[in-house]
């Protein structure tokens, strides 16, 4: 008799256990839920407010008084040239950080300090570097609210991405790469440029690429600078008629970029300024999914086809 | 600007900066190697001297010492990182040392009011700090709990495809501008709010927070989804065979073992929320405001920050000085929550 009643106690403490599985299995289901969408939501209330304002015009105008003849030209063309000093500084800097500290680098107090100030990079507020590029770039250096201060402020916020994936990509390679390349008398510097570069080219492609679609929707750091909210002109073309044909003038040029812009019309008490700031979210939304989305396919491809 | 560096394998980098005209020389040297010392650069200035019989040593000696040019090189990109740091700390430093100078620690630290831009300038820093404390209470009260049940869910629960679907799809969650969650804040999240809450004014720590705690739910719930995998497969087994059911093996056995990941995903977690700028520039208000109450608009460091470069002060004056002050107490809080995250890594870091 009590075994029977044992029994029936102990299928109905197993019920109960499966019972908070179960609990647990839909809760999981529901905050994932949430957390999507709230994505979807974002992303239809500015597709509903912003899709009719897209058109042609838009990406060709100059920001204006009235809403309706507003665009987004100045604004596109600022985050491209921005992004472009942010490229030039960032890649060069970060790969050659990740390559000295995964294959250079000496066990030493200076090693390890090194690998601490990049974990702890990441985690400073971007609107500190953009304090530390009012201060440095903009005064003491006397780059001006330009496009190579807020380049170069952008820069230093996406160091630690790139770092951090270049020394992952070539981690991953193994070692009897290495060990074959010394093998046949190449130096460090020639297995490094010649192997590990190449192999690792793909991973840290997609450093780069999470990166800049950090950089393109970063606001904090750019307004911290100065930059100018209403700017209706495009900096010095980079080419130029007569010799050398490439001119350097847009760097020190005033500019505005992308989420500046949205950020100006969202601040606007006006509703038509407001749907020019769904727009313009829609555009910035869309750029910086679709590198966020090449990135995630890149590493899943990445993930799949190892070749060794 | 000369800094003196030690390079591995006693070697020494000295490197002399101008910082001015940027002229950069470098000179390598080795202690065993004094010699060489005299050796000018470039090197293959020396090609000219390709003498038969030192022709093999000087293509070694030449291959060295480029070696070593391109090593040092590579040390100066990665000793930027650090360059990074003692510029960010030189700079809050020296600027707020200069604001101090007007206005004195205890008046930063105990006024009630934050006026630096009125006639009756007031400096106390905490109505920004309880801006600071109160949205990103809110924001962690929906993220810490959305992210770790994530986390469980996608470690321990999900089947193999949802979680190929669900993981990047946060990731491109966290991948959004963070202008954009501020425009959403303002314009949806309020809104729908004040249909709950009629009372509820156009700018409020509330939604700022709410939006801001679903933005940050990806950084969390994806590093303590690592940790939590990163735990190995036969502690789970040994639960599983005690007969612990999955919901028990996850809290009771995973989440110990992966405390440490867990507790830096919490820590990076806060530190993303106190130093978020976007949304609660957007949809908090700008207004300093000492109160404790989420329902209430009230200004951030960071929303203080950008409010105050939208105008155009004059580089050196008072209240340009005030933004490093604000800086500075944001960075000290990040660091505070840092070295917290970094003694419990220590303290309960468990090795497989």
């Not at chain 1, 109905?12 to 949430?34: E, S, Y």
């Not at chain 1, 769904?278 to 910035?284: D, F, I, M, N, S």
């Not at chain 2, 101090?100 to 009756?120: A, C, I, K």
């Amino acid at each position: 008799m009590s075994d029977a009643r044992n029994l029936r106690e102990i299928r109905a403490i197993i019920a109960r256990h499966k019972l908070g599985d179960m609990i647990f299995l839909v809760t999981g289901l529901l905050v994932l839920m949430i957390a999507v969408l709230t994505f979807i939501a974002l992303f239809s209330h500015m597709l509903i407010d912003g899709l009719p304002r897209l058109s042609w015009d838009f990406f060709t105008s100059f920001p204006s008084r009235r809403p309706g003849s507003a665009g987004i030209l100045s604004a596109w063309v600022g985050t491209t040239l921005v992004m472009i000093v942010t490229a030039a500084a960032a890649v060069p800097l970060g790969i050659g950080a990740g390559i000295y500290l995964e294959e250079y680098a000496p066990k030493n107090i200076l090693t390890e300090i090194i690998e601490i100030n990049v974990t702890n990079l990441a985690g400073v507020p971007s609107i500190i570097y953009g304090l530390l590029a009012l201060s440095l770039f903009v005064h003491q250096l006397g780059f001006g609210q330009s496009i190579l201060s807020a380049g170069l402020a952008l820069a230093l916020l996406i160091l630690p991405i790139v770092i951090v994936a270049t020394r992952e990509a070539i981690r991953a390679i193994p070692v009897t790469i290495r060990e074959g390349a010394y093998a046949l008398g190449a130096t460090k510097w020639q297995t490094v440029s010649d192997h590990l570069l190449p192999y690792s080219a793909a991973g840290i492609l997609t450093g780069i690429i999470i990166g800049l679609a950090r950089a393109i929707g970063e606001t904090a750091p750019i307004i911290t600078i100065g930059a100018l909210t209403f700017i209706a002109f495009l900096p010095p073309s980079p080419f130029k008629e007569e010799f050398p044909y490439i001119s350097f003038e847009w760097l020190m040029a005033p500019f505005t970029v992308m989420p500046i812009q949205m950020f100006n019309w969202v601040s606007r008490p006006e509703e038509a300024f407001q749907v020019n700031a769904a727009a313009a979210g829609l555009v910035l939304v869309v750029m910086t999914l679709t590198m966020n989305a090449l990135a995630i396919y890149l590493r899943y491809r990445m993930r799949k086809n190892l070749k060794w | 600007m000369i800094f003196w560096l030690a390079v591995g394998r006693g070697g020494f980098l000295v490197c002399e900066w101008l910082s001015r005209n940027c002229n950069i020389s470098i000179i390598l040297f080795r202690p065993s190697q004094w010699s060489h010392f005299k050796v000018q650069f470039p090197v293959t200035a020396r090609r000219s001297d390709n003498t038969s019989d030192s022709s093999a040593l000087g293509y070694n000696y030449r291959r060295h010492l480029s070696e070593r040019f391109i090593e040092a090189l590579l040390f100066l990109t990665a000793f930027v990182s650090v360059a990074i740091t003692l510029a960010i700390v030189a700079m809050l430093v020296t600027e707020s040392l200069s604001f101090f100078e007007h206005v004195s620690l205890w008046e930063f630290l105990t006024d009630t009011q934050w006026t630096p831009l009125f006639d009756n300038a007031h400096y106390g820093i905490l109505p920004l700090v309880s801006g600071t404390v109160v949205s990103s209470a809110v924001a962690l009260l929906v993220a810490i709990p959305m992210g770790s049940i994530t986390a469980i869910y996608l470690s321990e629960f999900a089947p193999f495809t949802v979680r190929e679907v669900a993981k990047p799809c946060l990731e491109l969650l966290g991948g959004v501008p963070t202008v954009v969650y501020g425009y959403f804040a303002l314009l949806f999240v309020t809104p729908l709010l004040q249909k709950i809450f009629p009372e509820l004014p156009g700018f409020s720590l509330l939604s700022a927070g709410l939006v801001m705690g679903i933005m940050i739910i990806p950084y969390v719930s994806s590093m303590a989804e690592d940790a939590m995998r990163a735990v190995p497969m036969h502690l789970r087994e040994g639960s599983y065979a005690m007969g612990a059911t999955r919901f028990q093996t996850a809290v009771r056995v995973v989440m110990p073992g992966a405390f440490s990941g867990i507790a830096a995903a919490y820590i990076l977690g806060i530190s993303r929320a106190v130093g978020e700028t976007m949304v609660v520039a957007i949809a908090a208000g700008m207004q300093p405001n000492l109160t404790w109450n989420p329902m209430e608009p009230a200004a951030t460091i960071t929303a203080y920050i950008v409010q105050v470069s939208l105008g155009d002060l004059p580089h050196g004056s008072i209240g340009y000085q005030t933004i490093f002050a604000a800086g500075l107490t944001l960075l000290l809080i990040t660091l505070v929550f840092n070295i917290i995250g970094h003694l419990l890594r220590k303290r309960f870091r468990e090795v497989y």
